[in-house]
């Protein structure tokens, strides 16, 4: 089935350790997003990629990195994790037509110690 | 950047009708789109509108007012399964979204 992965669904991470999330789409998509959820703050842009080979940075990009390196993934790096990183992360992907609807990946789960 | 603001919470009976509004204040707008999701799960499309008025589809619609900075999501004949976030989205001119907090809608029989 077409769609969006990411990997781990679920993570406890040490304060200073270094993370990758995976993310991974088989729809052919352009675009490429990276969104961290809170309550209470709800979904807020980390990073982007229009095509492969070019990366954006978002609304909270700090303390993150990501590469686009193929069309398909596109992977999400926290270098040193801190609390304040313990969130839900979710990857989305949109083929950036008119109507570029956005199509999100089943999320990621990071709790940082 | 994008200012979007709705309620964070409604509570609605079975076989009712509920209006979820969203204000916002964009520097460029190129869209607004309506996800819903449901506790524990990711966001999943919608509507999607980008001219004023009502765009149907089912028991859901949704409106937008581009003079006013606003928008409503319509559902219609709630059902249990509606209890839900749902997430008002403003795209801006580099396709990016923009995401509202979130209304959480709880349906009671």
């Known amino acids: 089935i077409a769609g969006i992965t990411q990997a781990p669904t679920s993570q406890i991470l040490a304060a200073g350790r270094r993370m990758t999330l995976r993310c991974t789409q088989d729809?052919?998509?352009?675009?490429m997003y990276w969104y961290r959820q809170d309550l209470g703050l709800g979904l807020r842009l980390i990073h982007y990629?229009?095509?492969?080979?070019?990366?954006g940075k978002g609304e909270v990009p700090d303390g993150y990195s990501v590469s686009r390196a193929n069309t398909d993934d596109f992977p999400l790096t926290l270098a040193s994790a801190v609390p304040s990183q313990t969130s839900v992360y979710f990857c989305?992907?949109?083929?950036?037509?008119?109507?570029?609807?956005?199509?999100f990946g089943p999320g990621t789960r990071l709790t940082v110690l | 950047g994008q200012n979007i603001d709705q309620p964070t919470e409604m509570t609605a009976t079975e076989g009712a009708i509920v209006q979820i509004n969203c204000t916002y204040q964009?520097?460029?707008?190129?869209?607004l789109f309506w996800y819903q999701q449901h506790a524990g799960e990711a966001p999943t499309f919608l509507s999607y509108?980008?001219?004023?008025g009502l765009e149907e589809k089912g028991r859901f619609s949704s409106f937008l007012s581009r003079s006013k900075g606003y928008s409503y999501l319509l559902l219609k004949e709630l059902q249990m399964k509606d209890s839900a976030s749902y997430l008002c989205a403003v795209r801006d001119q580099d396709y990016k979204l923009s995401f509202g907090a979130g209304t959480t809608v709880t349906v009671r029989a």
């Open positions: 990629s229009n095509t492969a080979g070019t990366t």
């Open positions: 509108n980008v001219l004023d």
């Open positions: 729809m052919r998509h352009n675009a």
């Open positions: 989305a992907s949109s083929a950036r037509g008119s109507t570029d609807t956005q199509y």
């Open positions: 964009t520097s460029g707008f190129n869209g």
